[in-house]
Nanobody, 127 residues
């Protein structure tokens, strides 16, 4: 069982930037995928960004709705990935969930491809 923990949420102002972190409870060397999803109040959970890696390659993926404002990056030493969001908008408000899987995922937007999920961290953007 892998435990995945998010951190970095909170109350921010529109236009600000925010960095979320997701840490896995095991070494994420080898083949792995970690992704971020979010759920706004009253809406379905949606994909934000993800990254798959193996010993030779690393590939990020972004939802069209956030492309250009979001960067996902991997911290190998901490078994973690971070999500940097710039120019925050009110519609970025929601619970942000991290997900992980011990595989290379092609369709990173598909929730069922991830085996392990965090509890979520709340991000509230005040306008």
């Amino acid at each position: 069982q892998v435990h995945v923990a998010e951190s970095g949420g909170g109350l921010v102002q529109a236009g600000d930037s925010l960095r979320l972190s997701c840490t896995a409870s095991e070494r994420t060397a080898g083949t792995y995928t970690m992704g971020w999803f979010r759920q706004a109040p009253g809406k379905e959970r949606e994909f934000v960004a993800g990254v798959s890696w193996n010993d030779h390659d690393e590939r990020p993926s972004y939802a069209d709705s956030v492309k250009g404002r979001v960067v996902i990056s991997r911290d190998k030493d901490k078994n973690a990935v971070s999500l940097q969001v710039i120019s925050l908008k009110a519609e970025d408000t929601g619970v942000y969930y991290c997900a992980a899987d011990r595989s290379w995922i092609v369709l990173m937007w598909r929730e069922s491809n991830y085996e392990y999920w965090g509890q979520g961290t709340q991000v509230t953007v005040s306008s």
